[in-house]
């Protein structure tokens, strides 16, 4: 079956460090992934999308990378801020029309 | 920026009752649109698919006769919890993709939080 797996542990990191997010799929052939940010109780917000033929996708201080060899995902924020505390979500897609499935999410919290 | 917006933010019912929750894409017309369940410190859990003028495909488990979903128009979509119980308490949030754009990004609604007496 398929699945998803981000760091369950949370990540906790000194402001101004890179956080570095981690997201593993089985099963999947992704056409691309997405990352999404949450902050308590609110809906997901969009934040990069990146495509399998994409090694790394820029945005801002947010860098993705993707490795279809791997199966895996890296998320980073450089120049972390403690604005950037919130649940990170990870969604490989096969592309279509097809449902949209997230990881577990990983909780990062920045300290000042 | 397109925007979902999800009505109640809350709600507290009893248990037995009925619950409908709204979704609209208020700038953008939205063929699917996604509900998805929250429970504390835990991922969203894709509960069905709502599909504009056809019947929702609901994920394995989810009793489709306990959450309705109905998608009349473009921009609306709604998902009532009939004879809710105090295990369905949860957090309900609502997603839509723009059927115009590159439909590739979702859009979720701000989350309702049900509590059931």
């Known amino acids: 079956s398929q699945k998803i797996e981000q760091n369950s542990e949370a990540l906790n990191i000194q402001e101004g460090k890179t956080a570095t997010l981690t997201c593993n799929y089985t099963n999947y052939s992704p056409a691309y992934l997405q990352w999404y940010r949450q902050d308590p109780g609110r809906g997901p917000v969009f934040l990069l999308l990146?495509?399998?033929?994409?090694k790394e996708k820029r945005k801002e201080r947010l860098k993705v990378t993707f490795d279809t060899t791997l199966k895996q995902s890296l998320f980073h924020i450089t120049a972390s801020q403690p604005a950037d505390s919130a649940t990170y979500l990870c969604a490989p897609h096969s592309g279509g029309y097809q449902k949209v499935t997230f990881g577990t999410g990983t909780k990062l919290q920045v300290i000042p | 920026g397109a925007v979902v917006s999800q009505h109640p933010s809350w709600v507290i019912c009893k248990s037995g009752t009925s619950v409908k929750i709204e979704c609209r894409s208020l700038?953008?017309?939205?063929?699917?649109m996604f509900w998805y369940r929250q429970f504390p410190k835990q991922s969203l859990m894709l509960m069905a698919t709502?599909?504009?003028?056809?019947?929702?495909?609901?994920e394995q488990g989810v009793e489709k006769d306990k959450f309705l979903i109905n998608h009349a128009s473009l921009t609306l979509s709604t998902l009532t919890v009939t004879s809710a119980h105090p295990e369905d308490s949860s957090f309900y949030i609502c997603s839509a993709r723009d059927s115009g754009g590159m439909n590739e990004k979702l859009f979720f609604g701000s989350g309702t939080q049900l509590s059931v007496l």
């Open positions: 709502s599909n504009e003028g056809s019947k929702a495909t609901y």
């Open positions: 700038d953008f017309q939205a063929t699917t």
């Open positions: 990146i495509r399998e033929n994409e």
